[in-house]
């Protein structure tokens, strides 16, 4: 359904190393009442409770097997089960994915009082959830390695009342049965006759779509096929163009690669995340992400909440 919040949580916006200031990969969504993890650095359950947004967690979804991305998942898993929590959890992942649960389940030495699931994804792999999908797509990071694509449902066209009153739709009820995709009787002029609602609605408007791309090389090819015109996007930026050839060697983008690929999948907005360590400051990756990709740029710090709206 539309009109639900649907808020983007940066709780770890590192690159493969912690800083002072920057803990390991995790993305938190929020959709209605939905909670959905993307990667779950070490460290991931403090950000959670300084960013004030709790252990109520609904899915997982892991990029790749790389440490600083799913560590932490072991302390929040006992968390979890220590606060009684008995819905069960699934962890989403690519190849690997069903391991790393058995050893969250073995390591733990602890009694789990709930269930933990794992899903093995590949490229084009979905997951269905109320009002939006969960896509993979293949990242390029020297391993079997998914970005995610959370999409919702396209929402309806919107309601023409004058022409609804036109047909002879009275205001009230039948609108908003109309706008439910309801056919009406009304009476115009002494004459029964139906009001079909494409008759009164406009063509259906999609609705909002988050990318992920978790750690990889550029894969614009890939973001064509399932993450045009993103209305955020959220793209590995580990290195400034002065490292291009080290990015290159350990399969990241930097800001600049970033910028373009925004701005060949016209996404409407773009937040740089995965900064190494190396940088005290991150002016050369806004400067070279603008260079490529004439819309909105951030880089946003850790516990960074970020509002997505409609485009229209």
Sequence with gaps: MSG?????????????????????????????????????????????MRARCGFTVDAIFVTHWHADHFLGIFGLVQTMSFNGRTEPLTLYGPVWVHECVETIKKIGRFNLKFPLDSVELSEGSWVRFNGYTVTAFAASHGLPALGYVLEEDPRPGRFDRERAIELGVPPGPLFGRLQRGETVKVTKDGEEREVLPSDVMGAPRPGRKIVYTGDTRPVIPALLSYGKEADLLIHDATYDESEKKRAAEFYHATAAQAGQAAAATDARVLALTHISSRYTDTVAHAAEAKAAFSGTVIIPDDLFMLDVTYRN
């Design 4 to 48: 639900e919040t649907l808020q983007v949580y940066f709780l770890g916006t590192a690159g493969a190393l912690p800083t002072p200031v920057r803990n390991p990969p995790c993305i938190m969504i929020r959709r209605g009442t939905d909670t959905i993890l993307f990667d779950c650095g070490e460290g991931a359950q403090q950000q959670m």
